[in-house]
């Protein structure tokens, strides 16, 4: 009979033109593609945010503002500090690294956590050494474009010889 050989020719055909598109090399594989996210920067899109506060309680006290991170996504790296700026009636002001401290990378695999801690030092209300700070925000190293908003609600920030507030690097939470 004539039509296996024919049946086995288009099989084999089949499996030939299969098997020549797997050569083993990220490019045009949409499924291989799929997983290329995994180990890149974390977004802000893909985290969970919760935020809790040691405000001070009067000026000259140092206050912190913890920000814990959940990763919703797939595995992925956090390589520098938070970008940290504190918004004000007049303008906006960088928070820069806490002094000493040295940028650490990380890994975070879905449904893992991390924190980063702003520490300020409370400013007497209405005076020309304070920032009334309004709202913070941040950003992640790899995700500069995209910022999470905070209400700051924990009073002024000295600004003596420079505003008086800092950010820590990523640190390990849980497990």
């Known amino acids: 009979m004539r039509p296996f050989p024919l049946t086995l020719a288009a099989a084999l055909a089949a499996t030939l033109l299969l098997t020549g598109c797997d050569d083993d090399k990220t490019g045009g594989d949409d499924v291989k593609n799929a997983d290329r996210k995994s180990g890149s920067a974390c977004v802000l899109g893909d985290m969970g945010v919760e935020v809790g506060a040691g405000a ?5 006290d140092t206050g912190t503002v913890t920000v814990t991170l959940t990763n919703k996504g797939a595995q992925c790296s956090l390589k520098g500090f938070p970008g940290v700026d504190l ?28 924190s ?55 640190e390990t939470s849980g497990d």
Not at 92 to 103: F, I, K, L, R, Y
Not at 150 to 162: D, F, I, P, Q
């Open 87 to 114: 918004h004000f009636k007049d303008g906006t002001t960088s928070v820069s690294p806490d002094e000493g401290a040295q940028a650490q990378s990380l890994t975070l695999a879905k449904g893992n956590t991390t």
């Open 56 to 60: 001070a309680p009067a000026a000259g």
């Open 116 to 170: 980063f801690t702003i520490t300020y030092v409370r400013g007497e209300a209405g005076s020309a050494e304070s920032l009334d700070v309004h709202q913070a925000s941040f950003t992640l190293p790899g995700d500069t474009n995209t910022a999470h908003d905070l209400e700051w609600t924990y009073g002024e920030v000295a600004r003596t010889n420079g505003t008086q507030a800092s950010v820590s690097g990523f």
